[in-house]
């Protein structure tokens, strides 16, 4: 399986969710907004909890979108989903990819040109980096700079403007992703719909 094209990633956080609102009935309106690919974090809960749940979110989704599950490969393989996002370079993606369905997809974050070179080798199926956006036009720099020379699909996160998705496509960047604009928002299908229709026009 390869990552949706053109692709809106929505990573969870449900401490962003505005009281009342379970996570699972907050990632619904997302999708219908744009999002194509839901992250599954929520890595602070306690093992069975976080089975609980993924299994509620991957209910929610009924594969409408492809469902990844954060450092987890027991847990994707129990809800079905349909891959595992990795947060630690060290970790053997073969080792994980051996645990999955196959084609599950398995991805990798990273923070520098030495940890994107070292998870490409080591067959990761698209990388992710996060930035911080308050200098918006250092943030492209340097992820110009990573990004230059690496074939495997780099996702550009969380949380920037939408007025900026275009440009970070045009930096180089395969696939967008968000958090808060989703999470937080009051109405999480128009939110969403920003960066889809700038996604969709670049």
């Given at each position: 399986m390869k990552l949706p094209n053109p692709c809106l990633i929505l990573v969870t956080d449900r401490t962003r969710l505005s009281p009342n609102w379970a996570l699972a009935q907050a990632i619904g309106p997302a999708v219908t907004g744009g999002c194509n690919l839901v992250l599954f974090r929520e890595t602070d809960l306690p093992p069975n909890h976080r089975l609980t749940v993924a299994r509620f979110v991957s209910d929610g989704i009924n594969r409408r979108v492809p469902l990844l599950?954060?450092?987890?490969a027991a847990i994707a393989s129990t809800v079905g989903a349909q891959?595992?996002?990795?947060?630690?370079?060290?970790?053997?993606?073969a080792?994980?990819?051996?645990?999955?369905?196959?084609?599950?997809?398995?991805?990798?974050?990273?923070?520098?040109?030495?940890?994107?070179?070292?998870?490409q080798a080591k067959g990761a199926d698209y990388l992710l980096i996060e930035y911080d956006w308050a200098n918006p036009d250092r943030v492209l720099a340097h992820f110009r700079e990573l990004t230059d020379g690496i074939a495997c699909p780099v996702i550009l996160g969380t949380d920037m403007p939408a007025v900026l998705a275009p440009h970070c496509l045009s930096a180089g960047a395969a696939v967008i992703a968000i958090c808060s604009p989703?999470?937080?928002?009051?109405?999480?299908?128009?939110?969403c719909r920003e960066y889809r229709v700038w996604s969709v026009k670049s």
């Open positions: 599950i954060a450092d987890d891959g595992v996002h990795l947060s630690d370079c060290s970790t053997d993606i080792a994980v990819r051996g645990a999955l369905a196959p084609g599950s997809i398995v991805g990798m974050s990273v923070n520098n040109r030495e940890e994107a070179e070292t998870s989703a999470m937080s928002a009051y109405d999480r299908t128009a939110a």
